[in-house]
């Protein structure tokens, strides 16, 4: 499999969850490349197998067979702490409840994928971190609590702390199905903008059609198979 020109590479990724008897097939056979600096679409009904398909992308997951390559590594090679610090280093995750932590500031948020680790950084992470809220929008809200922001804006400071650790790729699974549709549609154009501006790999999960036609490459899931391409 070539893997320079290809940020993330699937090869018959199979998973079945097992409920004591019985097994659920949630993904079956998927293979699919994205080229860097790609923005890809995911859709497909409820229960299709999208989540599922970028948890195994992002290592949150492991697959029951077949393979997944992230930025030139063989992700089932690795194992426990290798696997986190792949996540921590390579991918930036924005997630449909935002899960930002409640008693920490947006500015604390972000800052924090990286405050473990930030003794051994090249650069100060508050600074970073005003950067990036920034860039998001959110300078005058840098010190506001998550219970004090809209959904839109929480939405962005999720994604700011997507970027803490300038990700090659990142991976949204429904980031606008908690917000309105104009606050969804500014969610959408900065991810627009950040895959234009920085180069940064996008897979981006939704079920809104309107903003999956926004991607480079819509891929669509129909029971746990790639309906087209
Ligand atoms: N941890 C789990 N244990 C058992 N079954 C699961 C688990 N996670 C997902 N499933 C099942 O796998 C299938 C795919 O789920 P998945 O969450 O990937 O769907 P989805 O396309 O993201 O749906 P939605 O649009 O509702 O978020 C579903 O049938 C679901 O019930
Ligand atoms: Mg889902």
Known sequence: MATNDQVIITKDLTKEYRMGEVGVVALREVSLAVERGEFLAVTGPSGSGKSTLLNLIGTLDTPTAGRVVVDGVEVSALRGNQLADFRRERIG????????????????????????????????????????LKTVGLSERAHHLPGQLSGGEQQRVAIARALVNTPRLILADEPTGNVDSKAGAGIMALLRRLNGERGVSVVLVTHNEALAGEADRVVRLRDGRVENE
């Open 93 to 132: 995750f924005v997630f449909q409840l935002f899960n930002l932590i409640p008693v920490l500031t947006a500015l604390e948020n972000v800052m924090l994928p990286l405050i473990p680790y930030q003794r051994g950084l090249k650069f100060n992470l508050k600074e970073r971190a005003q950067e990036l």
